[in-house]
């Protein structure tokens, strides 16, 4: 195995190394998420934590783990050769008392994350698959990293995550230069460069040993308990897990700072370990310099009480703590504390979130993406998600599931010479999963009618900000637009941003309206050809007013078009029509024409404040 | 060569020097993390790759081992390989070549990964691992053609390892990790849509190619690729002493750019022209310094001097400045240019 960079080699990220030993010192602390944009050293970071733990195992969890391997599942060598049945356990299992670490979590199959995470906070998880059902326990620490460039967990698995580290790139000229220096000499020697920092980490590794010692006699004096209440509340913290992961976090740095005491410090630095990720609503303006007069939670009233003591005496000693009532420090005192007791002023709750939205400012800076659409794949491509029995002739069978299957019965079975007999009954599928892309096209209306001009900047704009976006999501935007006599494919999907701009530089406009043309020509973009591939989300937005006026076949314009649409509906296409007559009388033809598609119509002139691209985006990502 | 159909000569490439220059910063320097070659199609981008793992001199490797691990190398062994080198000290070596190894489009993620040997399993009734193009990539070049149109997951998959210069694997009843340490070569066509900008981040260095635009040197290159397929043979021949003196620069530049150190001017302007930039993370300076090295030694000189910086720059950062959409990346390097000759001073 190549060598790890040592953990106390690493330059800067302070905080992030403080949550690290938090999450080492305390088995409280299960989940651990490093983020950052590429380049930052998360994964650096993270793998360092081996060279802190000499008597654990990292084990690494891979993108391209499946289920069996995660769970635990049939062995398949006892079962072939003595036909019983018998667990080979899974990483979950074997992480037990280990560290897990998962790169780019992000971008793992949901299902796999959810299991991870629940198992990491539970202790343990349950297996119900291939004839086994238990629940199995086991304990460890996840350690995950992402960049959320690349998309984002959702809240109610963030909130999952005890702490939450964001790691900067580091700006300042001296340091930046030393992380090269260092990174050099680590490449160049890596024994020796990790010798020169072996008296660090054993430092590190003797101040983990005692602060574990020290942990469970650490106490949270009733005032700073309630200040962390207070604290989730003001940031709108959803569920318990904050409050908790604040506590566990601020007795971690107690404990590893020599102290059996938490102090104000401490909770301030576990709160944005532990509460940032979790904030509910972030405040476009800082929030306000004095504490709000009113209260709105009545029973905080006493813990916020406007008493003298300033954040800067050391909290008062108090009476002993018992170890065990530390634990769940929101429900410390069934009895308010009488006043005198407070060791926190109203003031410092908003020191804290002040202090967090500093630390946040460059976060909330960046556009969040959300996450890819997934689907299941039909053809055998994607990730293996899970097995299945078959039921068609598709040809992608899951081996490993399907020999699992046949194992137990091969001490029954005419083998033939081999050592496993495969019946058909045994056959089992794989059902893959895979993240898709969508395709957009635009089919406008550029006729000489009312207004065409404005529509085109619109639709211009639109297609534009889809394409940065599509930078994340990989999607293919195109353009086609029918006047005259015909329809003509603009900008065929592209994922290109530059060949966009360049393609759309001048749209032509003026002349008939062809409706009928453009709509059937659009589809056959979408179905034949390059962009006919399966696996892809189509979808075709129409701009128009639903009028037109050049027939195909010299049948009445609006009959053709109305056979079109009801004859293309449901194909497989999504359509979205966006209405763009404006002023009085209306036709409401688009309407219509919308109705015939079985598809959704918006009103341009309504879409003004959301833009055309968003409310685009609404229908086509979110299916419905 | 070895018997099977010759290979065009590297040194009888015409023109494409940052090409040229790109791969073999990354041999000298195999930390420096891969290149991606966007270009048209035809401008002897594949053909450059191949020539490359040709001129390349053999090395020893453990016979026997699928992974081909280096005898020398023995923090990077699988585990078959540590097993031997553990219980007999001094494993069996046979020569082996570099080669190209290709990740094609149309890959499944078991073919990638690897995954259950099927056969074996059917036979013996055991569980073997069955390695798959990560694990025939170890020590070789990875060449993804068109590496933009990869589907995401199987990107994933090869961004993982190469992070690691591990695969590790944990799939269809299989767990099993082996050493994954490649040269990743990706090209790509522009038009067909962008790469993701952390993909982008992990290739070291990106080269911009195009076809030669000067008739006198298109007609060297139709004349030299008839006359090599007329009698190839003949026509390596003719280039060998130049392929020679080639191996041996890169040879030497290998050697020296190892016991090398960065000098603090070297550092100071890699740091000042990222921050200049602003570009995302600590990748750039990494990169100029490495590219920079890697140029020094391959001219044999020990101290890295204003062009290689130079040069090093024109490769290593622009794919890493943040880009405004729309706008081409370019138009920034005239102020690097200008901060490089700040610390170095003017030609």
């Known amino acids: ?624 | 060569m070895n018997g099977s159909n010759p290979v065009y000569p590297f040194s009888a490439i015409v023109g494409q020097e940052d090409m040229k220059d790109a791969l073999l910063a990354n041999i000298v320097f195999p930390s420096i993390g891969g290149v991606l070659i966007r270009g048209e199609k035809g401008t002897a981008k594949s053909t450059t790759v191949r020539a490359l793992a040709d001129l390349l001199p053999e090395r020893d490797v453990i016979k026997g081992c699928i992974f081909r691990c280096s005898p020398s190398d023995t923090r990077n062994l699988c585990e078959s390989c540590r097993n031997r080198v553990a219980g007999n000290g001094q494993p069996e070596c046979e020569p082996a070549r570099m080669r190209v190894v290709e990740l094609p489009l149309c890959a499944t993620e078991d073919r990638v990964a690897g995954t259950l040997d099927i056969e074996h399993a059917i036979t013996q009734g055991q569980k073997k691992f069955e390695p798959g193009v990560l694990a025939s990539a170890n020590g070789n070049i990875l060449y993804v053609d068109e590496v933009n149109l990869l589907d995401d997951h199987i990107v994933d998959l090869l961004l993982d390892a190469a992070a690691m210069g591990v695969n590790f694997v944990e799939r269809e009843g299989i767990s099993y990790s082996h050493p994954a340490r490649f040269l990743l070569v990706g090209t790509m066509n522009p038009e067909e849509g962008d790469l993701r900008p952390q993909l982008l981040d992990r290739f070291g260095l990106v080269v911009d190619v195009m076809g030669e635009r000067d008739s006198a040197r298109r007609s060297e290159v139709v004349k030299r690729r008839l006359a090599f397929e007329r009698d190839p043979v003949a026509f390596c021949r003719q280039y060998e002493t130049e392929q020679q003196a080639l191996r041996e620069r890169i040879l030497a530049a290998q050697e020296m750019a190892a016991c090398m150190e960065a000098d603090d001017r070297l550092i100071d302007t890699a740091v000042k022209v990222s921050l200049a930039l602003g570009v995302d993370g600590h990748r750039s300076d990494l990169t100029l310094v490495k590219t920079a090295i890697a140029f020094a030694a391959l001219d044999g000189v020990e101290w890295v001097g204003r062009e290689h910086v130079l040069k090093a720059a024109g490769l290593s950062l622009p794919h890493r400045m943040r880009r405004r959409p729309f706008e081409e990346s370019r138009a920034d390097l005239g102020s690097v240019k200008a901060l490089i000759a700040e610390c170095y001073g003017s030609p």
């Open chain 1, 1 to 624: 195995m190549n060598p790890a960079f040592p953990f106390p080699a690493i330059t800067g990220h302070d905080n992030a190394k403080k949550a690290i030993l938090c999450a080492l010192a305390s088995d409280e602390i299960r989940t651990l998420l490093i983020t950052g944009e590429r380049g930052t050293a998360k994964s650096t970071l993270a793998r360092s934590i081996r060279t802190l733990v000499a008597g654990k195992q990292v084990l690494t969890v891979p993108q391209n783990i499946t289920y069996d391997r995660l769970l635990g599942t049939v062995d398949l060598e006892t079962a072939v050769s003595c036909g019983k049945i018998r667990l080979t356990p899974g990483i979950l299992e074997q992480g037990n008392c280990q560290i897990l670490y998962a790169d780019d979590i992000n971008l793992m199959d949901e299902g796999i994350v959810q299991n991870l995470l629940s198992a990491a906070e539970n202790g343990r998880f349950s297996l119900e698959r291939e004839g086994f059902s238990r629940s199995i326990a086991t304990r460890f620490l996840l350690v995950a990293t992402m960049d959320p460039d690349e998309g984002e967990l959702t809240p109610g698995q963030m909130d999952r995550f005890d702490l939450c580290v964001r790691l900067d790139p580091i700006d300042d000229e001296e340091k930046r230069g030393e992380i090269v220096r260092r990174h050099l000499r680590f490449n160049q020697a890596p024994d020796e460069f990790s010798r020169g920092f072996s008296p660090a980490a054993k430092d590190l590794e003797e101040k983990l040993v005692s602060a574990r010692e020290r942990l469970p006699y650490v106490s949270i004096p009733d005032g700073h308990a309630g200040l962390i209440s207070s604290l989730c509340l003001e940031l709108g913290v959803a569920g318990q897990r904050g409050d908790l992961a604040v506590a566990r976090a601020a007795k971690a740095l107690a404990a590893l700072d020599g102290r059996d005491e938490v102090v104000f410090d401490d909770i301030k630095l576990a709160a944005l370990l532990a509460l940032d990720h979790r904030r509910r609503e972030i405040p476009d303006s800082p929030p306000p310099p004095l504490p709000p007069q009113d209260n709105k939670d009545p029973d905080k009233e006493n813990d916020q009480e406007p008493e003298p003591p300033d954040p800067e005496t050391p909290p008062r000693q108090d009476p002993p703590q018992q170890p065990e009532t530390a634990d769940r420090p929101e429900q410390t005192p069934p009895a308010p504390p009488p006043p005198a007791e407070q060791v926190f002023e109203i003031g410092s709750t908003f020191d804290v979130i002040r202090y967090l939205d500093e630390k946040s400012k460059k976060a909330t800076s960046r556009q969040k993406s959300g996450r890819r659409t997934r689907v299941l794949s039909v053809d055998s491509s994607g990730h293996y998600r899970s097995f299945r029995l078959p039921d068609k002739n598709r040809n992608d069978i899951a081996v490993d599931a399907t020999l699992r299957a046949a194992a137990p019965y091969q001490r029954i079975r005419e083998r033939n010479g081999l050592a496993i007999s495969v019946k058909k009954p045994d056959l089992r599928e794989k059902v893959r999963e895979k993240k898709v892309a969508h395709t957009i096209l635009f089919l406008v209306d550029a006729s000489g009618s009312m207004g065409v001009r404005r529509r085109m900047v619109e639709v211009k704009g639109a297609i534009l900000s889809l394409l940065v976006d599509a930078y994340q999501k990989r999607d293919r935007i195109g353009l086609m637009i029918f006047r005259g006599t015909g329809a003509r494919l603009l900008l065929p999907p592209t994922r290109s941003s530059d060949i966009a701009a360049r393609m759309l530089r001048t749209i032509p406009t003026g002349g008939m309206t062809p409706l009928t043309t453009g709509l059937s020509e659009a589809h056959q973009v979408l179905t034949r050809g390059k962009f006919a591939g399966a696996g892809e989300n189509k979808s075709i937005v129409i701009l128009t007013d639903g009028r037109v006026n050049v027939p195909v076949n010299n049948g009445p314009p609006y009959h053709e078009l109305s056979d079109l649409a009801r004859d293309i509906a449901g194909c497989g296409i999504r359509f979205v029509v966006v209405d763009t007559e404006s002023g009085f009388p209306r036709l409401n033809r688009a309407r219509a024409l919308a109705g015939d598609l079985e598809a959704p119509c918006l009103r341009l002139e309504d879409l003004k404040n959301r833009g055309l691209a968003a409310s685009v985006q609404d229908f086509i990502y979110n299916t419905r």
